[in-house]
């Protein structure tokens, strides 16, 4: 499947923030939905040198079809932080085409 569905819950959402994830102390994938409301899901570090963050879904994320923002947001132990560049995703209807 190439397509992202409303209610999908089989779904591993995963951002490249290129940078070193050694010491980081949080990270989210912050998102923006089609309605315009704002927030994050808690993320985990896939692979610390290539700086990979990922989210795997839970039923009822996924709550809004349209075009979706994500974009991963990281605090350092040392309190800095870092904002990665936002990608696009349409998130579809199911049974739409």
């Known amino acids: ?20 994830l ?3 102390e949080s990270a989210v994938i912050r998102y923006r939905k089609p309605d315009g409301s704002v927030g994050s899901f808690a993320a985990g570090v896939g ?10 879904c839970i039923e009822g994320e996924l709550d809004k079809a349209g075009w979706w923002m994500f974009w991963a947001f990281i605090t350092f132990a040392d309190g800095r932080t870092a904002a990665g560049e936002a990608a ?6 199911e049974g739409a085409g």
């Open 88 to 93: 696009r995703v349409f998130v579809w209807k």
């Open 47 to 56: 692979d610390v040198a290539r700086g990979v963050l990922f989210h795997e």
């Open 22 to 24: 050694e010491g980081v």
């Open 1 to 20: 499947m190439n397509r992202i569905y409303k209610g999908q819950s089989a779904l591993r959402i995963t951002v490249k923030t290129f940078t070193d």
